[in-house]
């Protein structure tokens, strides 16, 4: 198995642009998550769904991000418009019950 | 919701020494606690998981322990090498649920 598959793996955008960040999870886990890593935040819990439909969006920061699952092999991630604060890596994760793996992650620098 | 607290923030110990690492949890329900380990610029990667029903569980050099009673549990590794030198992310989470992490701690082995 390839494990869970982040598109770009690298992001350089300037202020104002819209971001779409993708994520493949592993196939036959039912559950994915979106995180944010920054130095200063930590590891932090955007979002997740089970079985494609979303569970918490609690950690979503503001009506600038949103997120998708339209099937069981796919989710993006989307900044509309994007701010240098949201520079940071940006893992999505997946899981059966149990067991949850991490992407690679994209590093999104905002200019 | 659940609270994860983790200690200590950064750890240094000398290479063949043991490190400890300790986590509390507050949700009484949660019986899922994995450990994950982040190299510089990587993925967080699971090392090593216990569940409720289980008290202890140890693969080669990194063992876990786990106090239902008293909500906490610890991560053990012996004989340290450089390459264990990474910062570690303890987890806790109800059945079928997202994970709440701990805040880190950056382990340094010196030679």
């Known amino acids: 198995d390839a494990g869970v598959i982040q598109s770009p793996r690298h992001e350089v955008t300037e202020m104002g642009q819209e971001v779409t960040l993708r994520c493949k999870p592993i196939s036959g886990h039912n559950s994915l998550f979106w995180y944010r890593q920054t130095m200063m935040r930590g590891l932090e819990l955007l979002i997740y769904f089970n079985n494609n439909v979303p569970i918490d969006d609690s950690g979503m920061p503001e009506d600038r991000f949103s997120a998708k699952m339209p099937n069981a092999s796919f989710s993006t991630l989307k900044i509309q418009p994007s701010e240098p604060r949201d520079s940071a890596v940006y893992f999505c994760?997946?899981?059966?019950?149990?067991?949850?793996?991490f992407g690679p992650g994209t590093r999104l620098t905002v200019l | 919701g659940e609270n994860v607290e983790q200690h200590p923030s950064t750890l240094s110990v000398q290479e063949g020494d043991s490190a400890v690492i300790k986590c509390t949890y507050s949700?009484?329900?949660?019986?899922?606690f994995p450990w994950y380990k982040q190299e510089l610029g990587k993925r967080p990667q699971l090392i090593i998981d216990i569940r409720s029903n289980v008290g202890e569980k140890k693969d080669q050099r990194i063992a876990v322990t786990l106090n239902k009673t008293a909500k906490h549990f610890s991560l053990h590794i012996t004989e340290t090498q450089p390459e264990d030198s990474a910062v570690y992310f303890c987890a806790a989470s109800r059945p079928a649920s997202k994970l709440t992490f701990g805040t880190g701690t950056r382990l340094q082995v010196t030679l």
């Open positions: 994760a997946s899981s059966a019950p149990g067991e949850q793996y």
């Open positions: 949700d009484s329900a949660s019986n899922y």
